[in-house]
C-alpha cells in the first residue's frame, strides 16, 4: 500500500512515531524536546487549562509543569495515544486525529485514569519532518451543549 486516504504510507509511519516521541518525552520530562515537536508558533488548546499555550518557550514551561506535577504527586503519569487517524488537509498539511489518554499511577500503588479525550492536529512539513502547528484537545467528561 503506497498511501492511505491521499497519504503516503512513509508519512502516516512518521506521524505514528512522532506522537509516541510527544508521548515519551512529555512524560520523561524532556520538556524542550517535547516543546521542538510543534513548530516554533505552535498551539495547544485544552480546556483542562485556562488558556491556549502558543509558542515554544511557552510550550516547554507547560510540559515542565505537567512533569513536575506528577513528581510532585510522587505518581508516574503516561499520555497513551490510540486510533490515529492521519488525512491530507493540503499540500505539506495533515489533519491527526485520535484518542489520548492520561493514565497516572502512584508509585507503589495502583493506576487510574485521570482524563479520557480526542486530539484534533494541523500538523505540516517542516523542512523534512512533521511537526504541530495546533493542537485542539477535546475531555469526553464535558457537558454537551445544548
Request: aromatic share 8%; net charge negative; hydrophobic share 40%.
Amino acid at each position: 500500500m503506497t498511501d492511505y486516504r491521499g497519504v503516503a504510507a512513509g508519512d502516516v509511519a512518521a506521524i505514528h512515531q512522532l506522537y509516541a516521541l510527544q508521548s515519551h518525552l512529555i512524560d520523561s520530562g524532556r520538556q524542550r524536546d517535547w516543546a521542538a515537536t510543534f513548530t516554533t508558533d505552535g498551539e495547544f488548546h485544552s480546556p483542562s487549562y485556562p488558556e491556549p499555550v502558543v509558542g515554544s518557550s511557552d510550550l516547554e514551561a507547560f510540559a515542565g509543569r505537567f512533569y513536575s506535577g506528577a513528581e510532585a504527586a510522587d505518581e508516574v503519569h503516561r499520555h497513551v495515544i490510540t486510533n490515529l487517524l492521519v488525512e491530507t488537509a493540503v499540500e505539506a498539511e495533515l489533519t491527526v486525529r485520535g484518542y489520548l489518554q492520561i493514565v497516572a499511577t502512584k508509585r507503589g500503588g495502583d493506576t487510574r485514569l485521570v482524563r479520557m479525550t480526542t486530539i484534533t492536529d494541523r500538523v505540516i512539513r517542516v523542512g523534512d519532518e512533521w511537526k504541530i502547528a495546533r493542537r485542539i484537545v477535546s475531555r469526553d467528561d464535558a457537558p454537551r451543549n445544548p
